[in-house]
């Protein structure tokens, strides 16, 4: 018979992913037989959460077409190797690992025991904390990609959105590889950003923001969107994107007004209103060297998680809510098993 596990599970998402979360009496763990020569089944000790944990499995009949349920939430994990694929000779059991599941799973990091690729596992480095390396792997992947190799050194860099989890993670990145960087938050959010390195903080809610971006010219090598408001901001960018410059759209809402300002940021030529520069919406790769230099950063104190708060396993619902206040400074920690 299967072993039994702990987890959370859901079946649905209707009103609310957090509001249908369960602790089934009996849920087995994956099977040993069901990993393929290139997985990792880990046990969890610590996860982190991201607004898409709740977002895909709102998205209804393409949620159950992406994820088979019950399923458990989560992909961000700090945890021990408990079983490795035959192809797999780089990893212990037992031995500390942080990583990513690459995607929603049925598996996923609020159950457990979860599954990862081997290219979103990699070797907890010395002396870094298991919550702090849980909650690195998502938001930090996503920061490095949307900053690597997009710009080179005394460049500047906006980042709309720098008190979430991506933002704070793409501040510190931006200035260790020696760019200046410009953020928008809420002023009550603006110390905390000025503390990881950014250079300037622009106060949404006190001006307008694109009225801001426009006074300073074109001198942004790089933006990054962690919001996806205000709406006409890429529209806009024209004014404070260099040419050659790129807008990356990291975040945004799942709304139909949200989805239909994104696809006509892809398709409205600017002679029609939209923008010129360079458009992408990014899409994290897996690879285990990124998971590496973020370790090491984090390891050398370069890199630190910024955590809102941390949740015991009970009170996951909990911790799904305040995630979807949108206020949270940096990352929400649960604590799924014992150090």
């Not at 209804?60 to 994820?67: D, E, F, Q």
């Amino acid at each position: 018979m299967p072993e039994n596990m702990k987890a959370w599970v859901y079946d649905g998402a209707a009103g609310g992913l957090e509001k249908n979360l369960y602790q089934p009496a009996v849920y087995h763990k994956p099977l040993t037989a069901s990993l393929s020569n290139q997985q990792v089944m880990v046990e969890v000790i610590s996860m982190a959460l991201n607004p898409a944990d709740y977002k895909i499995p709102e998205l209804g009949l393409i949620a159950k077409a992406m994820v088979s349920t019950p399923a458990s939430p989560g992909m961000d994990f700090c945890g021990r190797v408990a079983e490795t694929g035959r192809a797999i000779d780089s990893l212990q059991i037992g031995e500390l690992v942080f990583g990513y599941t690459g995607g929603p799973v049925k598996f996923g990091t609020l159950g457990q025991f979860c599954i990862a690729p081997k290219d979103c596992c990699v070797p907890l480095p010395a002396g870094v904390d298991v919550d702090d390396a849980a909650a690195l792997p998502g938001a930090g992947l996503t920061a490095y990609q949307s900053i690597k190799g997009n710009v080179k050194e005394g460049d500047k860099i906006f980042i709309n959105g720098g008190s979430g989890g991506v933002g704070t993670f793409a501040i510190q990145i931006g200035k260790i590889l020696g760019c200046h960087v410009t953020v928008s938050c809420s002023g009550a959010n603006a110390e905390l950003c000025k503390s990881i390195g950014a250079d300037e903080v622009i106060d949404y809610k006190s001006v307008d923001l694109i009225e801001e971006l426009k006074k300073k010219g074109e001198v942004f090598s790089l933006i990054i969107d962690n919001v996806g408001t205000p709406a006409g901001l890429y529209k806009a960018s024209n004014a404070f994107l260099l040419p050659k410059g790129k807008y990356v759209q990291v975040g945004a809402d799942t709304s139909l007004s949200a989805t239909a300002n994104i696809m006509g940021n892809f398709m409205t030529p600017r002679f029609f209103g939209g923008g010129s520069r360079k458009y992408e919406f990014l899409s994290i790769k897996p690879s285990y060297e990124d998971f590496l230099q973020l370790g090491k950063w984090m390891r050398d104190g370069k890199l630190k998680a910024v955590i809102d708060s941390k949740f015991e396993y009970e009170d996951a619902r909990k911790a799904f809510e305040k995630l979807r206040t949108g206020r949270a400074k940096g990352k929400i920690i649960i604590h799924v098993g014992k150090k």
